[in-house]
């Protein structure tokens, strides 16, 4: 069986990304905050991976969280996600990244508001590319449109 979502060569995905996607999702860097594709962005839709396709958030779970990044309260699956100790510049944080594609996303905080989990998704809009709901059936994502709308994850 055909795997839908696959990790690119790194020759494919420097073809692919820009360099600002590049550097956040292969070398993880941060873009600039309120400077960024997906910061302000409330229409209804989803969230995939830029590197592999993946979906991974849902605009009914984004919230305004005035960090200048895009933020979550959670993911459609947390089983599509991977969380590793982040302890750069004298921090400590939890580091997101994509399971399939490897690729940095952002980090999560347990600042979130509490009525939606007390989780906050702060991802980097350069790793990510927003379908919207509209477009969603013709590409290939149909079966995530019942999510959008409603605000419920698989998991």
Request: proline residues 5%; charged residues 30%.
């Amino acid at each position: 069986m055909e795997k839908k979502y696959v990790k690119k060569s790194v020759e494919k995905l420097r073809e692919t990304l820009t360099t600002l996607q590049y550097e956040v999702t292969q070398q993880n860097a941060t873009e600039r905050p309120f400077e960024n594709e997906y910061c302000d962005n409330f229409e209804e839709g989803i969230y995939v991976d830029i590197t592999t396709g993946e979906p991974l958030f849902v605009s009914t779970d984004k919230f305004e969280s005035g960090c200048g990044w895009p933020s979550f309260s959670k993911p459609i699956d947390k089983a599509l996600l991977k969380e590793a100790l982040d302890i750069s510049f004298n921090r400590m944080r939890t580091e997101v990244r994509s399971k399939t594609g490897d690729a940095h996303l952002g980090h999560v905080f347990e600042d979130g508001p509490a009525e939606l989990g007390g989780l906050r998704y702060c991802i980097n809009s350069a790793a990510l590319r927003f379908i919207p709901k509209g477009d969603m059936e013709e590409e290939g994502y149909g079966a995530l449109l019942p999510l959008v709308g409603h605000g419920d994850s698989l998991k």
